[in-house]
């Protein structure tokens, strides 16, 4: 988080400052060839600033370094007044105060990938800044080799045309739009989807959704998923043979909830889940992107669903323990179909000589009540690891990274493995290869035990019946288990690491707890046939699907009420 704060902050002194410099060289000095060379180095930090910071407003600095740029171009000239000169100014103004506002127009149009249809305008609307950049530096090279001014006029001419197509484009859908829709709206009419997978949530999020887009394939329906943030589309389009469509405001969701939609599917609490809970004439369904016994995992907020998929009563038992009040019939108990290929270790294992361990940090959460993290006494865990052969999978938690204390305690982890593997030729997996070469299913088949945080892999852990110990990090001491109950059938790691050597020979040696594992494994994951487990959440879906199926009216207000 740091380490971005300070990419911007950069970006942004850069930015402004070669701007004034390239201006005032120009300007009040005779170095006409340094100012123009600055003014280009001012457009790349703008450049480089757009990457960093996508909705800096470059404004001011973008008619500096223009203003520079033209100054130097009449001085390389020199013949006096230039009307071709005069006129690139003229539409290189328009076009520094216009590119902003067309951008800002263009990203509120809907945007569609995995669909036969092309909307050019959202497209070119989100280059214009760029091109915008390339005009200015392509004038700059023209002033500096000191050629004729109509170049650098048809130059700008051709942009300001591509701006004025995409100015009519864009008035034209919002003052005269189709009757029939726009394109997208036309074409997931055609595509006839009868459920959607909403998604709103901070960039790394995406696992999310691409853990759930197998299992709602396989459900044999028609299907769109529905993006409110647009970092996410090309990752998720390309996961995925289904529609995908990115609604930056209410008005296009209007668009893409089509009236073949009968079901709409939720990873997580995210707040803008409202915008489409309002559409009452759908079956709403939360998933969750993980079964844990953390806070989150008893969100009030789910009560506001109309059914809520969990993969055990366990799940149901947690909502109660916290005190959330939902009516029993919302609850359908559907296992975690994405443990249906991790492999069953029914017997017991103890005493490997060389054992491999997986170790799955959690981050520190938005709250502190939500604050897992055993990064900061790790340290201790791997070394009395590596101290008894064992090979470790390190799988940190993908918004580690935001953390920059927890940053530099994952990166003093992987410091201690690549010495270890240099040392010992042990395999020690991380970063990349742990957390993106590899599948969570993967990680798991490969372990023989688990050091975990309060999270939802220990639940997909529990699947495999081996052992694991859970870190508490938190102050309930002798209460621990009672908050958590998922760590009763666990060895808990003490915070300040006092129990590390007791804990691990029962992990990866004599491993009591074996037979209650498996109790606890059909609380957490419900108890249905390996053979045929996943099919249990694509029954519950589909039923939500039914032929029978018939839309409730909408309530007064609702977007397809008469009235609204």
Known sequence: ????????????????????????????????????????????????????????????????????????????????????????????????????????AGAL????????????????TARLGDALLVLLALVALAAGLALPAWVALAAALLVGAGCGAVGLDLARRRFRPPAGGGPVGRALRRHQ???????????????????????????????????????????????TRAPVVFCPTLKTMDEALVPSLRAAFYVNHGAKNSHCIRFSQLTHVQLHHGDSDKAPSANPVSAIFDKIFVAGPAAIERYARAGVEIPAEKFVVVGRPQVEAIEVRREPTPGLAHPTVLYTPTWTGHHADANYCSLPVAETVIRRLLDRGATVILRAHPYTAQNPASARQLARLTELLAADRAKTGRAHLW??????????????????????????????????????????????????????PLAGSGYVLRRDM??????????????????????????????????????????????????????????????????A
Not at 109 to 123: G, Q
Not at 448 to 453: I, N, S, T, W, Y
Not at 517 to 541: K, N, Q
Request: a negative charge; glycine letters at 8%.
């Open 1 to 104: 988080m740091r380490g971005d704060l300070v990419r911007k902050l950069l970006a942004r002194v850069l930015t402004t400052g070669l701007a004034v410099l390239a201006f005032l060289v120009v300007a009040l000095t005779g170095a006409t060839g340094w100012g123009l060379t600055l003014a280009v180095a001012g457009l790349a930090a703008a450049a480089w600033e757009r990457r960093v910071r996508p909705t800096a407003d470059g404004l001011a600095e973008s008619v500096l370094i223009a203003a520079g740029i033209l100054v130097g171009y009449a001085r390389r000239l020199d013949a006096g007044f230039d009307p071709a000169l005069a006129a690139t100014a003229l539409v290189l103004l328009g076009l520094v105060l216009l590119v902003g506002p067309l951008r800002d």
């Open 109 to 124: 149009e809907i945007r569609a990938a995995n669909l036969p249809v092309r909307s050019w305008t959202p497209l070119v």
């Open 193 to 239: 989807p009868e459920f959607l997978l909403y998604f709103s949530a901070p960039p790394g999020s995406e696992y999310q959704v691409t853990m759930w887009l197998p299992y709602l394939e396989r459900i044999g329906r028609p299907f769109l998923v529905l993006l409110r943030e647009p970092e996410f589309l090309h990752t998720v389009a390309a996961a």
């Open 431 to 484: 970063g990349a290869a742990a957390g993106r070469e590899l599948t969570l299913t993967e990680c798991v088949n490969r372990a023989d035990a688990l050091v975990a945080d309060v999270s939802g892999v220990i639940s997909d852990w529990l699947y495999s019946g081996k052992p694991y110990a859970v870190t508490d990090m938190g102050v309930d001491g002798e209460h621990f288990v009672e908050r958590f």
């Open 498 to 563: 006092s129990n590390v050597d007791e804990v691990l020979t029962e992990l990866l040696d004599t491993d009591p707890k074996a037979a209650a594992r498996w109790a606890t494994r059909t609380r957490y994951l419900g108890d249905f046939p390996a053979d045929s487990y996943a099919e249990v959440f694509l029954d519950a879906a589909r039923r939500q699907l039914a032929a029978d199926w018939t839309a409730p009216a909408p309530r007064e207000g609702s977007p397809l009420s008469p009235t």
